[in-house]
């Protein structure tokens, strides 16, 4: 079983910034792609970000321009740059490592909140 733990979450008001980060205890060259999730309560999940293991990175429109998805393979790590939050990006993020022919695995999830 890999392990995938998220951290960096918090309280910030609208227009600030976060940086997550999603520590794995393998190497993420074992995996298609990391991607970034997140729910807020009473709502569906929602992709936010990915990069697959050769660098590639893209987002969700919404996030387009704010966020920035990040690696260092040295530390088996990836990150989420999160720019110019708004209040209804208040959610769990989540850390999902993509397999090939098996389900992904995912983190605890860390809370973000944003306040106006």
């Known amino acids: 079983q890999v392990q995938l733990v998220e951290s960096g979450g918090g309280l910030v008001q609208a227009g600030g910034s976060l940086r997550l980060s999603c520590a794995a205890s393998?190497?993420?060259?074992?995996?298609?792609?990391m991607n970034w999730y997140r729910q807020a309560p009473g709502k569906q999940r929602e992709w936010v970000a990915g990069?697959?293991?050769?660098?590639?990175?893209n987002y969700a429109d919404s996030v387009k321009g704010r966020f920035t998805i990040s690696s260092d393979n040295a530390k088996n790590t990836v990150y989420l740059q999160m720019n110019s939050l708004k209040p209804e990006e208040t959610a769990v993020y989540y850390c999902?490592?993509?397999?090939?022919?098996?389900?992904?695995?995912w983190g605890q999830g860390t809370q973000v909140t944003v306040s106006s």
């Open positions: 999902a490592a993509s397999r090939i022919g098996a389900a992904s695995y």
């Open positions: 393998r190497s993420i060259f074992s995996f298609v792609a």
């Open positions: 990069i697959t293991s050769g660098g590639r990175t």
